[in-house]
């Protein structure tokens, strides 16, 4: 399975973007979907997250700004993310967790600032 994210970018705070993850290859069974980000000089953390009956979970200082969804079938989940903040500056990963493993995208770069 591989994994492919885009739509990162510059943003002005207040802004908003919206995150894709596209998996090629068989994806089957219960699955959690994941977005992370790491920034600069820290840890990679999860910002959210979505399992195959819809439930999701978010880290705190996204909730009420960061949707997490997926298309139909499990080849693509998506993180919307609005009232950007320079802090939300990172790279952010999506992950795939299938069968006891994990799978990542490359990472695409967002970037918050005036």
């Known amino acids: 399975v591989q994994l492919q994210a885009s739509g990162g970018g510059l943003v002005q705070p207040g802004g908003s973007l919206r995150l894709s993850c596209a998996a090629s290859?068989?994806?089957?069974?219960?699955?959690?979907m994941s977005w992370y980000r790491q920034a600069a000089g820290k840890q990679r953390e999860n910002v959210a997250s979505?399992?195959?009956?819809?439930?999701?979970t978010y880290t705190d200082n996204v909730k009420g700004r960061f949707t997490i969804s997926r298309g139909n079938g499990k080849s693509a989940w998506y993180l919307q993310m609005n009232s950007l903040r320079p802090e939300d500056t990172a790279r952010y990963y999506c992950?795939?967790?299938?069968?006891?493993?994990?799978?990542w995208g490359q990472g695409t770069l967002v970037t918050v600032s005036s």
């Open positions: 979505i399992l195959n009956n819809g439930a999701s």
């Open positions: 992950k795939l967790s299938m069968r006891g493993s994990d799978y």
């Open positions: 290859g068989r994806v089957f069974g219960a699955t959690v």
